[in-house]
């Protein structure tokens, strides 16, 4: 069975931790990750550097930049990771923008995924309809869950449309601006959180953009399996680097 599926059968509450791969500096990559799952982490999202990232906030297009001067490609990613399996067992997923798997090849980027043990990908910019009709066939053959994307703005037909196409878990965008770090959920995502709870869907959620601590991660994970920390994570990389990543998981849960 497909890692991400085993853990999302745990009765626990996900987390899920976003970063920049190559960043705060170029090999820092795998030890990051074996410090994430160290430190109790559930699940990993490996960020692949973009020169145009769409959704991301300041912090997070701040890291990918600074990652892609640092030298950071697919090529290298795939290089660094050639072995994590042999010291890291929790699910990973590869986050990023649908150019750079299309630049290295569909096929051959999902092999490289497969071989290396990589459980799923993350691309909010591949549209439901092209990735059922193009890629859907090659994604299962190499064992790889794909992650949509929902916001406050999607409507139930697509919200049900998407959740048949899925198999792991469906990301559900807090609100409709850009990643960052917030504060607090207001009314308008405490009415969002309780519509998708009320839709009973197959598939668990996992919400993302805006959850920064123990506060907000405990209020996106009342009516959802789990949540994700995404800026929050790289400030905290950006101004202490790679030391004291448990220190920073322990102020989460």
Known sequence: MNRIKQKLQEDKKILSIYFSAG???LNDTVQIIQDLEKSGVDLIEIGLPFSDPLADGPTIQASSTAALKNGMNTALLFEQLKAIRKTVSIPLILMGYFNPVLQYGVEEFCAKCEEIGIDGLILPD???DVYKEEYETIFKKHGLINVFLITPQTSDERIKAIDNASEGFIYMVSSA???GAK??????QSDYFERIANMQLKNPQ???FGIS???TFGQATQKAKGAIIGSAFIKHLTENGVDG???FVKQIR
């Open 23 to 25: 960043y705060p500096n």
């Open 126 to 128: 591949l549209p439901l």
């Open 177 to 179: 601006s850009t990643t």
């Open 183 to 188: 504060q607090g959920f207001g009314a308008e």
């Open 206 to 208: 996992i919400v993302g």
């Open 213 to 215: 601590n123990a506060e």
């Open 245 to 247: 990543i448990s220190d």
